[in-house]
């Protein structure tokens, strides 16, 4: 679902409890800015972006740790 800002400003409770069954995409002047997603969605995606990036990819949580340390 898209949203713009100010929606999303006004009623931030409603978009939260929507962000745990769907993607929240918030645009702002028609550009999307950002993605809110349940917890769970996000960790995947950023598992899934690090595929092949690590020779071990057996210890993915490992690799996940390391890298959300070096931001």
Known sequence: ????????????????????SENI???KHGVPLVVLS???DARKRIIDSLLGAYEYEDDLDDLLDERL???
């Open 1 to 20: 679902m898209f949203v713009t800002a100010t929606e999303f400003r006004t009623n931030v409770g409603k978009y939260i409890e929507m962000a745990k």
């Open 25 to 27: 995409y918030i645009i």
């Open 38 to 40: 349940a917890c769970d």
């Open 69 to 71: 340390r070096e931001q």
